[in-house]
């Protein structure tokens, strides 16, 4: 039998719901790459239905449990006296969400001896030290692309919001104004814009294609450079290093992977080399920007706006400044937990489980770390070392 410890967000205020806003899902035939989508032998859920809460348990408790298995679910992570830290000590399996990561630092990894699986229930597996895991020989797997397409989405919403000044707009009517002048005296148009991303991979690249019909210069840096025909395509200008594309973007978003090369990248230093006003979206991983140089930047007007669902710690302390901060349009870690995407990865963890449990090679594509070293998806996109 095997412990499988699982930490997931807390349930609604109100409790679990009873019903949903709408009563079915689109059907997606596949990813744009060509990947299939998560194909496990069944699930136990209803897709549309909230998964990634305590309640919702991922819809794995019924599968687990006729194996023999024994399944832990807490939201209760922090601290020496939680749940999850007096479970790990004999977990084979860990499971979290990048939106309320159960962090598996050094430490808990050695006092986890058994350990063999930690899986993300999403994609972005830096709360995993990964360098440990690889000296651990404990295997790391992510569902990769399940919600490449939602944080893409929540990128152009984000751009959008700031650059019009929506969320300002919006609270005037909520506060029962009509003050255009104030509405509209930080509200420009998209087009003509030069906007670029910090990494291309799927929802970087996923993302130029849906600011493309905006009418936008598009910019990309990335170590791995795109083909030809989709620069051509889109009309993309590639720049060696991201200190050398920012100074000439209007907007920047982040779409890489925290890993040594990239925490703290947006700092005061890079930061003074964007253009004054220039705007910076970031649902990547908070500590890829400085906390509070991003602070500094939007009090002296450096950044006109600065729009995110990723912070550090999550979740963020009620004092995080980032709450606060002039010209914001923060969100918690929502971008990649619609409805629709907790459907592909609630799969996409069954699979991965189905396969440990079999005895079947997970996913190559799944893989972050396996066998001692980074692997699959791992070996493209992440790195353990400066």
Same mark, same amino acid.
């Given at each position: 039998?095997?412990?499988?410890?699982?930490?997931?967000?807390?349930?609604?205020?109100?409790?679990?719901?009873?019903? !949903?806003?709408?009563?079915?899902?689109?059907?997606?035939?596949?990813?744009?790459?060509?990947?299939?989508?998560?194909?496990?032998?069944?699930?136990? =859920?209803?897709?549309?239905?909230?998964?990634?809460?305590?309640?919702?348990?991922?819809?794995?408790?019924?599968?687990?449990?006729?194996?023999?298995?024994?399944?832990?679910?807490?939201?209760?992570?922090?601290?020496?006296?939680?749940?999850?830290?007096?479970?790990?000590?004999?977990?084979?399996?860990?499971?979290?969400?990048?939106?309320?990561?159960?962090?598996?630092?050094?430490?808990?990894?050695?006092?986890?001896?058994?350990?063999?699986?930690?899986?993300?229930?999403?994609?972005?597996?830096?709360?995993?030290?990964?360098?440990?895991?690889?000296?651990?020989?404990?295997?790391?797997?992510?569902?990769? =692309?399940?919600?490449?397409?939602?944080?893409?989405?929540?990128?152009?919403?984000?751009?959008?919001?700031?650059?019009?000044?929506?969320?300002?707009?919006?609270?005037?009517?909520?506060?029962?104004?009509?003050?255009?002048?104030?509405?509209?005296?930080?509200?420009?148009?998209?087009?003509?814009?030069?906007?670029?991303?910090?990494?291309?991979?799927?929802?970087?690249?996923?993302?130029?294609?849906?600011?493309?019909? =905006?009418?936008?210069?598009?910019?990309?840096?990335?170590?791995?450079?795109?083909?030809?025909?989709?620069?051509?395509?889109?009309?993309?200008?590639?720049?060696?290093?991201?200190?050398?594309?920012?100074?000439?973007?209007?907007?920047?978003?982040?779409?890489?992977?925290?890993?040594?090369?990239?925490?703290?990248? =947006?700092?005061?230093?890079?930061?003074?080399?964007?253009?004054?006003?220039? !705007?910076?979206?970031?649902?990547?991983?908070?500590?890829?920007?400085?906390?509070?140089?991003?602070?500094?930047?939007?009090?002296?007007?450096?950044?006109?706006? !600065?729009?995110?669902?990723?912070?550090?710690?999550?979740?963020?302390?009620?004092?995080?400044?980032?709450?606060?901060?002039?010209?914001?349009?923060?969100?918690?870690?929502?971008?990649?937990?619609?409805?629709?995407?907790?459907?592909?990865?609630?799969?996409?963890?069954?699979?991965?489980?189905?396969?440990?449990?079999?005895?079947?090679?997970?996913?190559?594509?799944?893989?972050?770390?396996?066998?001692?070293?980074?692997?699959?998806?791992?070996?493209?996109?992440?790195?353990?070392?400066?």
């Amino acid at each position: 039998m095997a412990k499988v410890l699982c930490v997931l967000y807390d349930d609604p205020i109100d409790g679990y719901p009873t019903s !949903y806003a709408r009563d079915d899902l689109p059907v997606v035939a596949g990813y744009s790459d060509g990947q299939t989508l998560p194909t496990p032998k069944g699930i136990d =859920f209803t897709p549309g239905h909230l998964l990634g809460s305590v309640s919702g348990e991922l819809g794995l408790r019924p599968y687990l449990e006729s194996l023999g298995h024994e399944l832990v679910v807490t939201s209760d992570k922090e601290g020496p006296d939680s749940v999850f830290e007096r479970e790990l000590a004999d977990a084979e399996i860990v499971i979290s969400q990048p939106f309320w990561p159960a962090y598996l630092t050094p430490e808990r990894i050695a006092k986890a001896p058994n350990l063999k699986l930690a899986v993300t229930a999403g994609i972005g597996s830096d709360h995993v030290d990964l360098a440990a895991a690889i000296e651990r020989g404990v295997t790391v797997a992510e569902v990769t =692309f399940c919600n490449s397409i939602s944080v893409a989405e929540h990128v152009v919403m984000m751009i959008l919001s700031q650059v019009r000044n929506y969320l300002p707009s919006y609270k005037i009517v909520v506060d029962g104004g009509w003050n255009i002048a104030d509405a509209v005296s930080r509200s420009y148009d998209l087009e003509g814009m030069h906007v670029g991303t910090v990494a291309a991979g799927r929802i970087g690249l996923a993302v130029l294609r849906r600011l493309a019909p =905006f009418d936008v210069h598009l910019h990309y840096t990335d170590r791995h450079r795109l083909p030809s025909e989709v620069e051509e395509e889109l009309g993309l200008t590639w720049h060696p290093s991201t200190a050398e594309m920012v100074p000439h973007l209007d907007v920047v978003t982040i779409n890489a992977p925290l890993h040594p090369e990239t925490e703290g990248l =947006f700092g005061d230093k890079l930061l003074s080399t964007m253009k004054r006003g220039a !705007y910076l979206i970031n649902t990547a991983r908070g500590k890829i920007a400085d906390r509070d140089a991003i602070v500094r930047a939007l009090e002296s007007g450096q950044l006109a706006g !600065y729009a995110g669902d990723v912070w550090f710690p999550q979740p963020a302390p009620a004092d995080h400044p980032w709450r606060t901060m002039p010209h914001h349009g923060m969100t918690p870690h929502i971008s990649g937990s619609s409805l629709s995407a907790q459907a592909r990865y609630a799969a996409g963890t069954r699979e991965i489980l189905e396969s440990y449990f079999d005895g079947t090679p997970i996913r190559d594509e799944y893989l972050i770390v396996d066998g001692g070293a980074l692997a699959g998806t791992g070996a493209h996109s992440y790195s353990t070392t400066k």
